[in-house]
């Protein structure tokens, strides 16, 4: 089979390995028909994530169909349409029982291992550990370009941001930055009754997008950002202030914005540490979140999309087949240049 495979730093290629095969009883194969590009695939490219080696296929999201089962799974059967979504879980583990395999001790110490830590998504076929408890069936009426959103960027905006955030009926939102994660949690604030949902991104592309996404207001990046927030909210600050980018300053901000009693709701990936306000913050009543998405809300998503309450589809903004991979991750890379938010890739 073909499959885009990490060679180090800087160097990938779309290139002959040998077939995805079952190793262990509680594995299936899915024949991968719909995939997508993370930005967590461009940290790895750049040679941020040790854990990944040479030799590595990447991709940690796809939308498929069962080709071949383990003698041990019984909830899956060749020919299903399956979503394989980041984190594969055991459901044993203490982790997975208390309904956080975002840590599950068996598939490796962490559950995000496709792309990672054992073979990805970026194949034409890929293994998949632990298919009883880690698949999810796609109902009719979800088309594979909706789907492939929830294997990661739609439960993490939802999870990591507007759970976390414990966003409430009538509760004012700020989501910094308005990229797939940030759209994510627009999206889905709005179910959880947000009166006002204001997004805040240096770029007015994604400004747009956030709009059409459910945002009741757009605040450029400017000096004036944190006193225009503070404006559109009666001078309180909002009640729930997601951060989606992963930068200092952008976690500032979003600290900044928050209102006594309220939450902020850090879902960037952050490298370098950040020096927070204690002096001004012990004194607010604030919490503070973080933390990898566990991708549980996964069913509830899949329902919601199912009946059109959350428009997974709107994500994807270019299309290419498993011979323009190259393109697709030149078009990914170069985001907010190209108009793009996601891209979906299929075999042909
Ligand atoms: N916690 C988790 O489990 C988890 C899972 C997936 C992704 N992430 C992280 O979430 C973050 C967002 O992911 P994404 O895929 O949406 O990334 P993205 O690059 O598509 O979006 C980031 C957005 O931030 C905007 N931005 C850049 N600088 C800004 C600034 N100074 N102020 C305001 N906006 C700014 C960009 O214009 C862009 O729209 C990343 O850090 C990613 O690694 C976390
Ligand atoms: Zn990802
Ligand atoms: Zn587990």
Known sequence: MKALVYHGPGQKAWEEVPDATIQEPTDVIVRVDTTTICGTDLHILQGDV???????ILGHEAVGTVTE????????SVGDRV?????????RCAYCQRGMPSHCQTVGGIGWIFGHLIDGTQAE??????AD???????????????????DSLPTGYEVGVLAGQVR??????????????????????????????????????????LEFGATDAVEVGPGTVAEVIALTDGLGVDVSIEAVGYPETLLTAASLVRPGGSIANIGVHGTPVELPMQDMWIQNVRLTMGLVDTVSIPTLLKMVASGRIPAEKMGTHSFTFSQMDEAYDVFKHAAANSALKVVITPS
């Open 133 to 151: 408890t880690s698949l999810y069936a796609v109902p009719e009426g979800v088309t594979n370009e909706q789907a492939i959103f929830l294997a």
């Open 169 to 210: 009926p009538g509760d004012t939102v700020a989501v910094v930055g308005a990229g797939a994660v940030g759209l994510s949690a627009i999206l889905t604030t709005g179910l959880w009754g947000a009166s006002k949902v204001i997004a805040i991104d240096t770029n007015k592309f994604r400004l747009e997008k956030a």
């Open 125 to 130: 076929t890929v293994r998949v550990p632990y």
């Open 69 to 76: 089962v383990g003698d041990a799974v019984t909830g899956f």
């Open 83 to 91: 979503l394989v979504p980041a984190i594969t879980k055991c459901g």
């Open 50 to 56: 040790a854990a990944v080696t040479d030799g590595r």
